[in-house]
């Protein structure tokens, strides 16, 4: 007989709870029409990639800046900058991140994960869990298959910069883990969400970043961005002033940071899921 | 989960496991870049971006070439015990046999100035008419532990940079006379006669030989080295960044041999009589390079900064080959190789290739002498 969600005898733990939430959303995440535009966000720097590999074989002199030609590592770390940590990520956080709740209310399907004998934090953190996994088995080897293309370029030794590609890969699933968790808090939060969390990526990180003081500590990509092992490229103003007022915290408070802005956000974002009443309008 | 699901996700993992284990050999063991350079010698990411002369020998080819084994066995006896004589020394010295050994070599050379702070030396300011920097890159097999022995017995302290072993030898310095500059206690500037001198340059006191990979050694010195080791790991623009450089290598690898190279920079710094290098024509860069097969064919290449400069530069060479062939009129050994000497002008460059078959070569060595030639009284 089916067990309501008042029978407390056969109530799962909370962790079996995520790990049973993780497991159904999982697959409804990867073949979602988002996995398209998924593909299509981290696909584009492999392509572009091979595109250089390509122009590197016939010998094009594509690749340069200001008439110098940029040799592989200083072409990754461009991408890293511009192409990743600019725009990957914080656009995949960005559309999984809101979608977690948004999707279910959205379907009409939330009804059903709240009726059973789960806590909702559980829910949405098990949903949280499946977009790392659904993000990172894509973002990162994408970001692999760059690094191998791309670094080799002009003679570049890929073992020699391995240990710094590491670090590339941890900071973006670092940084997929952080965006997801902001952005969780305020799609659980809040009503639209994406206007909202656009208006965060893509305003307010931007602005604040390029103002002197204590303002900026209040995003992401500071704390990002003080840990990438390349050199910041100036492609624009806006990154041109951003270098000029750069301040790089410490390592240990940045990773500090991040985990607290993580703990902090899912946190919150549990906390608005158990008290919020979502309304499955027509 | 759909096993669709699980097979994306295991498929993704495998990838970047796959990647970071190839990363990881490739940090542990230097794997070269697979497709970094079309053709040209891996070990040009050793190669300071700044380099005045870049040069490689494919010494397998050479010395298995039919030319090669032809010469040895037309050479005096007395020049082939003494080339004998050569490689065995420096076998004892080294622990590398030259002719069994070594696949190929890559060198260069790098002025003073241009040379940057590595490994913790620091260049001096520029002397006068001498490379000063260079290092030999040498892809072969090789005994590591017997070569460090060697190097141990004679004196050589065994260092490590970045993870690479490299062992310093001081170089043995012959004590100067008492008065001279360089009297020891008195400090010898850089470019002063009294100034010890190395083996690839001239303000070098050590010889040192790092294993940059399995199967790859550099010789030079301490700073040589490290910069070769700070290059590989991406500190630092090798010379594939050099378009200029890479035109020419790229134009001169079909050779066994060859050395491209900045020619205003060497004559800046060379000692020429007079004022030969203002009556030059203006040649920025060279390029020479040579195939043995059964003869030695080769070519060697110009590039002026101009293209009226190319035409004085090829009207020059051509006056000279005019003059060497009513010379050779007396030798006609040289006559082949007169006739064999094409010229060609092509906007700034100027080309000049020759052939030698192996009978012009013959000629031109000298005739061992018979065993039933009767000794001249």
Redesign the interface.
């Known amino acids: 007989m089916a067990q309501g969600p008042a029978s407390g005898a056969s109530r799962p733990s909370f962790v079996q709870a995520v790990a049973r939430v993780f ?1 159904l959303s ?2 409804q995440m ?2 979602s029409r988002r996995t398209i535009f998924m593909a299509l966000v981290v696909g584009a720097p492999v392509l572009l990639a091979v595109i250089f ?1 390509v122009l590197d ?1 016939f ?1 094009v ?1 594509a690749i340069r800046v200001n008439r ?2 940029l ?3 200083d072409l990754f770390g461009g991408m890293i900058w511009l192409v990743y940590l600019h725009f990957v990520v914080p656009v995949l956080g960005l559309f999984y991140g809101t979608a977690l709740m948004a999707d279910e209310i959205e379907d009409k399907t939330l009804t059903y994960l709240f009726t059973r004998p789960i806590r909702r934090a559980a829910v949405l953190l098990g949903k949280y869990l499946s977009y790392l ?1 659904c993000t ?3 973002v ?2 994408s970001l ?2 760059v ?2 293309l791309v ?16 670090i590339d890969l941890g900071l973006l699933a670092l940084g997929l883990v952080s965006y997801g968790a902001v952005f969780a808090f305020i799609g659980a939060w809040l009503q639209r969400p994406l206007v909202t969390g656009l208006v965060f990526a893509f305003g307010w990180e931007k602005i604040v970043l390029v103002v002197p003081g204590y303002l900026r500590a209040a995003t992401v990509s500071y704390y990002l961005q003080a840990l990438v092992p390349h050199a910041m490229p100036e492609d624009s103003t806006l990154t041109a002033l951003q270098g000029l007022f750069r301040e790089v915290p410490s390592t240990p408070a940045t990773l500090a940071s991040l985990a607290a802005i993580t703990v902090g956000f899912l946190w919150l974002a549990g906390w608005a899921v158990e008290r919020r009443e979502y309304l499955l309008s027509d | 989960m759909t096993s669709g699901t699980r097979n994306v996700l295991i498929g993704g993992a495998t990838v970047l496991a796959l990647g970071l284990v190839g990363g990881v050999v490739s940090y542990l063991v230097g794997i070269p870049a697979v497709g970094a350079l079309a053709g040209e010698p891996a070990e040009l990411i050793y190669v300071p971006e700044d380099a005045t002369v870049v040069a490689f020998a494919d010494v397998r080819r050479v010395m298995d070439s039919p030319l090669r084994q032809e010469i040895r066995q037309l050479l005096p006896e007395h020049a082939g015990v003494a080339e004998a004589e050569g490689r065995r020394h420096f076998q004892e010295m080294t622990g590398i046999d030259v002719e069994q050994d070594v696949e190929y070599v890559v060198a260069y050379l790098l002025p003073r100035a241009a040379a940057p702070e590595a490994g913790g030396v620091t260049p001096v300011e520029p002397g006068g008419g001498r490379v000063d920097e260079g290092l030999v890159l040498v892809r072969g097999r090789f005994d590591q532990t017997r070569i460090e022995q060697l190097f141990e017995d004679h004196g050589g302290v065994v260092e490590a940079y970045r993870g690479k072993r490299l062992i310093v030898r001081p170089l043995d310095v012959p004590s100067p006379s008492p008065g001279e500059p360089g009297e020891p206690g008195e400090p010898v500037e850089p470019g002063e006669p009294g100034e010890p001198v190395g083996p690839l340059g001239n303000d070098r006191r050590e010889f040192a030989v790092g294993f940059i990979q399995a199967g790859l050694i550099a010789v030079g010195t301490r700073a040589g080295i490290s910069r070769a080791i700070d290059l590989e790991s991406g500190s630092g623009a090798n010379v594939t960044r050099n378009d200029s450089l890479m035109a020419l290598v790229r134009d001169s690898k079909d050779g066994d041999v060859w050395a491209i190279g900045r020619f205003d920079r060497l004559i800046d710094r060379a000692r020429m009589p007079g004022d030969l290098a203002n009556r030059l024509p203006p040649i920025a860069y060279f390029a020479a390079s040579g195939r043995f097969d059964t003869g030695l064919s080769g070519r060697i290449r110009a590039d002026t900064r101009d293209d009226e400069s190319a035409q004085q530069l090829g009207d020059v060479i051509r006056g000279f080959v005019a003059l060497a062939r009513m010379q050779s009129s007396s030798q006609p050994q040289f006559e082949t190789l007169l006739q064999s000497l094409q010229l060609s002008t092509s906007g700034t460059s100027v080309m000049l290739q020759f052939a030698l078959p192996a009978g012009t070569l013959r000629s031109l060595l000298p005739v061992p002498p018979s065993s039933d030639t009767p000794p001249q009284p």
């Open positions: 497991d999982i697959g990867l073949w590999r074989v010998d002199p110098v030609r040799d592989g590592a996994a990172s088995v894509v990162l080897p692999m298959l690094y191998f670094v080799p370029l002009g003679g570049g030794s890929i073992g020699g910069q391995f240990p710094l590609f590491l």
